[in-house]
Nanobody
Framework: QVQVVESGGGLVQAGGSLRLSCAAS????????MAWFRQAPGKEREFVAV????????NYVDSVKGRFTISRDNAKNTVFLQMNSLKPEDTAVYYC?????????WGQGTQVTVSS
């Protein structure tokens, strides 16, 4: 069983920045594929960004390309989402997702609110 815990959400004005963190348990974190998803009120959960086990490959939804950066620190079992130039439409609950040994795990989510 892998525990996934997000932190770093909050309220920010449009144009501002936030950095989300996600800590995952387990001795083989360096083998996990990690991703961020988000869910806005009244909408389905959507993919935001993914990073490979080594950090060498990343991918983003078009709406955040050039503004968000996903990274990881395997020594600290942590993945990050740096969010710059935030827009009101980025307001959502952000979820961390881990794929470990063929199983998927979700965190409880962290709220990000961007005011206009």
């Amino acid at each position: 069983q892998v525990q996934v815990v997000e932190s770093g959400g909050g309220l920010v004005q449009a144009g501002g920045s936030l950095r989300l963190s996600c800590a995952a348990s387990g001795r083989t974190f360096s083998s996990y594929v990690m991703a961020w998803f988000r869910q806005a009120p009244g909408k389905e959960r959507e993919f935001v960004a993914v990073i490979s086990w080594s950090g060498g490959n990343t991918n983003y939804v078009d709406s955040v390309k050039g503004r968000f950066t996903i990274s990881r620190d395997n020594a600290k079992n942590t993945v990050f989402l740096q969010m710059n130039s935030l827009k009101p439409e980025d307001t959502a609950v952000y979820y961390c997702h881990a794929v470990a040994d063929g199983r998927a795990y979700w965190g409880q989510g962290t709220q990000v609110t961007v005011s206009s």
